[in-house]
């Protein structure tokens, strides 16, 4: 931007409706000034461009998906909010652009539109955001990448509304490049999860452009780990397709998907029919995925990896170290490790004997609803 050449544009512009706002504001008009217009009308706006610009800058930092996107979008952002900054210091000097009475429904216009970006950003670069823009939006005009190019015209426009210019050229090959390389990232990574994750029947996923190498024409519903654990967690749930999940997702680094792979292994939820030797090495491999997630303060996981040391199934028996991970377990929350900790302590099973520490466990798994600590804090009068 050139504050230098900075002029009350000629045309209103007005910002389109967006369909992908996380958020959507009231319908109630703005107040727009109709005489001239002083600096802190504005101010709020301009706090805004920076709120915005800074949330995106967070979500570039943390994102999964969508990296080169969300890079170009923050660039663009992040040089608007600079100069919008300028125009504030040098308030003075811009008296004329402040007073115009016009000049307030196009900046608020602009500032709308970097809302929507912002908005889009926090979207596309987590996986969530992602699997629920492609199960909830329909038609190729909501592909990410038409979106992208159609969110960079409306800021575009925006901007020239108040002559701020860019280097347009140079900026729509950086543009180009990042949502074909983007949108090849997230094809690859389709592929990786595997086709039966997802449901092709009911959508039609939005081919890209010619000139990017394009998606599947289905529109895939994703199905994620928590999907899994529904399909599980119902009676008559298809278990074989809940088991394929946790399977694509481990190899894909997900903790919870490790665990729950674990879990169907070391109880074989699958009715498979096992020999022995078969049986031996399911359970060592179902040790292998809960120490593998222990760390990640999953209680369930260090629940099962401390039932596993307990009894010296998949790894040799230790019992102390077991007791660690329970312990672990029932501090993170999980009412079947504190009802095991609190036992444990009061008879002084595997543990010095501390009745004081075991009523503690007890009384919480209790108040969690566990059924043998209820059971045994009637037995023994511990008050719940």
Same mark, same amino acid.
């Given at each position: 931007m050139n504050i230098q050449n900075l002029n009350p544009p000629s045309d209103e512009y007005h910002a389109t409706d967006d369909l992908m706002e996380v958020e959507r504001g009231g319908d109630a008009a703005p107040n727009i000034p109709t005489t001239r217009t002083e600096f802190k009308i504005f +101010?709020?706006?301009?706090?805004? =461009?920076?709120?915005?610009?800074?949330?995106? $800058?967070?979500?570039?930092?943390?994102? /999964?998906?969508?990296?080169?996107?969300?890079?170009?979008?923050?660039?663009?952002?992040?040089?608007?909010?600079?100069?919008?900054?300028?125009?504030?210091?040098?308030?003075?000097?811009?008296?004329?652009?402040?007073?115009?009475?016009?000049?307030?429904?196009?900046?608020?216009?602009?500032?709308?539109?970097? +809302?929507?970006?912002?908005?889009? =950003?926090?979207?596309?670069?987590?996986?969530? $955001?992602?699997?629920?823009?492609?199960? /909830?939006?329909?038609?190729?005009?909501f592909s990410i990448d038409r979106k992208f190019h159609s969110l960079i015209t409306e800021f575009e426009r925006t901007k020239e509304a108040l002559t701020i210019g860019l280097q347009k050229e140079d900026q729509k090959i950086e543009d180009d490049n990042a949502i074909k390389l983007d949108m090849c990232d997230m094809e690859k990574y389709i592929r990786d999860i595997g086709g039966e994750l997802f449901d092709l029947s009911k959508k039609n996923f939005p081919a890209a452009q010619q000139h990017i190498l394009p998606m599947p024409t289905p529109r895939p519903v994703f199905q994620t780990v928590q999907d899994g654990i529904n399909m599980h967690k119902t009676k008559y749930g298809d278990r074989k397709t809940a088991y394929d999940i946790f399977r694509k997702y481990a190899n894909l680094g997900d903790s919870t998907a490790k665990y729950w792979v674990g879990y169907y292994l070391y109880y074989n939820?699958?009715?498979?029919?096992?020999?022995?030797?078969?049986q031996r090495i399911a359970i060592m491999r179902a040790a292998r995925y809960f120490k593998e997630v222990t760390d990640m303060d999953l209680p369930e996981a260090q629940l099962c990896y401390g039932h596993c040391l307990w009894k010296g199934e998949g790894v040799e028996k230790n019992r102390k170290e077991a007791v660690i991970y329970f312990e672990r377990s029932a501090n993170n929350g999980n009412s079947t490790?504190?009802?095991?900790?609190?036992?444990?302590?009061?008879?002084?099973?595997?543990?010095?004997?501390?009745?004081?520490?075991?009523?503690?466990?007890?009384?919480?798994?209790?108040?969690?609803?566990?059924?043998?600590?209820?059971?045994?804090?009637?037995?023994?009068?511990?008050?719940?």
């Open positions: +101010e709020p706006l301009i706090k805004d =461009v920076q709120k915005y610009a800074d949330k995106i $800058g967070e979500c570039y930092e943390q994102a /999964e998906h969508h990296r080169r996107i969300c890079s170009v979008l923050l660039k663009r952002i992040n040089k608007a909010a600079g100069e919008v900054k300028t125009l504030r210091q040098l308030k003075n000097n811009y008296s004329w652009f402040f007073d115009d009475s016009n000049n307030y429904p196009i900046f608020q216009g602009f500032v709308k539109v970097i +809302e929507k970006i912002q908005n889009f =950003v926090i979207v596309i670069s987590q996986l969530q $955001g992602v699997i629920k823009y492609y199960n /909830e939006f329909r038609g190729p005009e939820c699958l009715d498979e029919q096992r020999t022995s030797e078969q490790a504190m009802y095991n900790v609190g036992n444990m302590y009061y008879y002084g099973n595997g543990v010095i004997r501390n009745v004081e520490k075991g009523v503690h466990y007890l009384r919480q798994a209790a108040l969690e609803g566990q059924p043998k600590a209820i059971n045994m804090c009637k037995i023994y009068q511990i008050t719940i």
